[in-house]
């Protein structure tokens, strides 16, 4: 089922689409960790409530607001969210508690806050939305999964609005974590190392982004999702065959591709197979050198484009990886984190 | 119009039973799953009953065929979707198969013996026991391990987890995505929750009374549960039968408080009526509702509220089997959707043990008496937790 993209809200490592200037210059940082650069959030969330608040429900809570202001509504009918990690900076500070007090003396706010639909829930409660809700924690595929149950819960419940996010937040204990496991890098990128570098892991990332769906068609000009193809495969030559193999057995018009290269060698062996084949005379955007890598990173993505589009912008020179599309018109969105490969299939209407 | 979600199989693994068998016989003789932590060492152990699976990682790998450095979670989703998928196992060839779990805990059973150490000095830490901590690493395992991968998916909504699995997994099949689908939960103790729940003081430090009137709270247990839906093709080609159906199904939010219901179960009320509706059916219709019926003052009293709402007064009969199998949270839904399919196939109605006082604020009482032989056409499960989430599964004779 086709979705349009009436709203988008995000909160990221490189700022926050509520403001104006939002990826207009190109990024400057060395560093191994892009963190976001929250907003001033006095006009989303009360601050008795902010207080009290982890950063993975604040930067949620804003990016919905956000979004939810873009579509002009005040609830959804609906939410969908995806996180591979849940809030993790309360279960860690749960956790440590927990083993440091010997399971004794513990009190219960982190651990309230520490479970994984913590946003989709207080979302739904500061907007008063007693819709479906639900939360995808499927590693790469948690926004994409997000996404295809927006698919699911418009085709039975049509000209309803909802509200769908990927979002994930980094800890010290989670970054630490994914360097072992080789998806972060121990050394500090600069942005030309995302975009051009091979190197053993990426720089590490986080965010918040945040869109209303919608199955209607709206008056104004929107992005519509045509389709969204996930898969998993460890090779990544066989990754690159089978999305060669949908891009053509689909006939997919390309104006444009935005690809998530991370300047990890591995992944660029996977983008490199379609930025030379399937791809080679397709104008090709990159994205990782904003938001970093994680496994959510897909929502930044599609929101970079959704935000664009509804403002009237192209997109920023600095994502151009070969040269920039004369029209962005049919647009595919190409991510992989770890083997959890998606691809977004997208339509200016 | 939409294809059923016939049940063909369920697989379960809970303090009551390792597999469907032993679980109906357990139900059948109204014996308990509740007693102290054996294999979960906690300072807890001896002040908080739990309904823990009594068997050792390596045991209980054993049984699954997988490998015991896995997390317990892990572990016990094997155990049961091998049970679930043993009439098809071979005969998937050319069927989009789908893996729909639900957990919680994820890997946290392995994780919280280390984080310490992690924190201090990470290269100090066999990082097997970090690198499954994530929910969707779980399934991951398991749907590798059963060679599942067209769709492969983790809910994580809290105590209703399993059912939203369940529900996606009935409409994928539904709207021909898919031809077969594993769908449940799954989730083991780990002292992290074990010790949130204390915190919250919503767990009974004696085996739990739901739905009694001197209820006390919860009490928290492990295990998976897991059912086999085929279209009707896929039974075809498989050559098998079911003998109900997945019919209905909703999911709300009470939009009240993050971990607490509302007084009157608004999202209940929203969960159970939606899912009747889907499902084609009046309340009267209803032959049996397993409760969510945790045994907290919060829960029993909201969703007995609800449920007097939706049936004006003419409650069917209805109980909770918690106090057997404990609250298995994220896998709680997909245990009870077991028991709700056992319940049409044998025309059940299971007891709720210890209950003894009639509730002030809810007028009716649950079955407290084991009832065999009676025609059980549809049954409603529900399922409500954290964070306003709201589930309830209809499912019916076919």
């Known amino acids: 089922m086709e979705l349009y993209i009436t709203g988008t809200g995000i909160v990221s490592g490189a700022g926050n689409s509520g403001d104006e200037s939002f990826l207009k210059e190109a990024p400057s940082y060395n560093t191994d960790k892009l963190l976001c650069i929250e907003p001033d959030y006095k006009a989303y969330i009360p601050p008795m409530q902010l207080r009290r608040m982890s950063k993975a429900v604040r930067i949620g809570i804003g990016a919905s607001k956000m979004c939810m202001e873009a579509a002009g509504i005040e609830k959804p009918d609906a939410i969908s969210v995806g996180t591979a990690m849940g809030c993790l900076a309360d279960t860690e500070v749960f956790l440590g508690k927990m083993i440091a007090q010997d399971e004794q003396m513990l009190t219960p706010t982190a651990f309230i806050q520490s479970t994984h639909n913590t946003v989709s829930g207080q979302i739904a409660l500061l907007a008063g939305c007693y819709g479906h809700n639900l939360t995808y924690v499927q590693r790469g595929h948690s926004f994409e999964h997000a996404v295809i149950n927006t698919q699911l819960y418009l085709a039975d419940n049509p000209h309803q609005q909802m509200l769908v996010g990927g979002i994930d937040e980094l800890t010290d204990g989670s970054l630490e974590a994914l360097k072992i496991g080789g998806i972060n890098r121990r050394e500090n990128s600069a942005p030309a190392d995302v975009l051009n570098g091979n190197t053993h892991g990426a720089v590490a990332g986080e965010g918040s982004a945040f869109f209303i769906m919608t199955d209607e068609k709206p008056a104004i000009t929107a992005i519509c ?34 690809l998530g290269q991370s300047g990890d060698e591995k992944s660029n062996a996977f983008y490199q197979l379609l930025r030379s084949g399937v791809f080679a005379n397709t104008s090709q955007y990159a994205f990782k050198h904003l938001c970093g890598e994680y496994a959510t990173s897909s929502a930044f993505a599609l929101g970079m484009l959704t935000n664009a589009n509804a403002k009237g912008e192209v997109l920023p020179s600095h994502c151009v990886l070969n040269n920039e599309a004369s029209s962005l018109k049919n647009v595919l969105l190409v991510n992989h984190y770890m083997h959890y490969h998606s691809c977004f299939v997208l339509q200016v209407v | 119009m939409k294809q059923a979600a016939y049940i063909v199989n369920t697989g379960i693994i809970t303090a009551i039973g390792n597999d469907t068998a032993a679980c109906l016989d357990a139900l059948l003789h109204s014996r308990t799953g509740v007693g102290k932590a054996e294999y979960l060492k906690t300072h807890w152990s001896e002040e908080l009953p739990v309904a823990e699976v009594k068997a050792s990682n390596e045991a209980l790998a054993a049984i699954a065929g997988v490998d015991a450095k896995w997390p317990r979670t892990a572990i016990l989703s094997a155990i049961a979707v091998k049970e679930a998928m043993q009439p098809v196992a071979d005969k998937l060839q050319g069927l989009k198969v789908g893996f729909f779990s639900a957990t919680t805990v994820g890997g946290m059973d392995l994780t919280e013996n280390v984080y310490k150490e992690f ?40 105590c209703s987890s399993s059912a939203n699995s369940i529900m996606m997994a009935a409409q994928m099949i539904g709207n021909g995505m898919l031809d077969v689908a594993i769908a449940g939960g799954a989730d083991s103790l780990s002292r992290f929750t074990l010790n949130g ?8 430090k004696q085996p739990c009374q739901p739905f009694d009137n001197n209820r006390r709270g919860l009490n928290l247990g492990e295990g998976a549960g897991y059912l086999l839906l085929m279209s009707e093709k896929a039974m075809q080609q498989c050559g098998v039968t079911a003998d109900c159906k997945v ?53 029993d009293s909201s969703e007995g509220k609800a449920i007097e709402v939706l049936f004006e007064g003419k409650v069917p009969v209805a109980s909770s089997t918690k106090a057997y199998t404990g609250h298995t949270l994220g896998a709680a839904a997909g245990v009870e959707a077991v028991f709700s399919v056992l319940s049409i196939r044998h025309g059940l109605v299971y007891p709720n043990l210890r209950w003894e006082t009639q509730m002030e604020d809810v007028s009716f009482k649950p079955a407290t008496e084991l009832q065999q032989g009676i025609a059980i056409n549809n049954v409603l499960s529900n399922s409500f937790g954290f964070g306003g989430n709201c589930s309830s599964l209809v499912f019916s004779k076919c």
């Open chain 2, 247 to 299: 019919s209905g199904y909703a999911n709300a939010n009470d939009a009240y408080h993050q971990t607490a219901s509302s007084p009157d179960g608004t999202g209940n009320k929203l969960a159970m009526g939606n899912a009747l509706k889907v499902a084609n059916l009046q309340p009267a219709d209803i032959s049996y509702i397993n409760l969510h019926g945790t045994g907290t003052a919060n829960n």
């Open chain 2, 119 to 158: 924190k201090e000095d990470s290269s100090k830490v066999d990082f097997d026991n970090i690198k499954n901590h994530e929910c969707g690493t779980i399934t991951e395992l398991v749907a590798n391990h059963f060679g599942i991968s067209d769709f492969v998916t983790t809910i994580s909504t809290a």
């Open chain 2, 197 to 204: 729940f204390n915190t919250l003081m919503i767990l009974d």
């Open chain 1, 225 to 258: 999702i045509k389709d969204v193809y996930a898969f998993t495969e460890k090779d990544i030559v066989t990754a690159a065959e089978k999305l060669t193999g949908y891009i053509n057995g689909n006939s997919l018009n390309v104006d444009a591709v935005m």
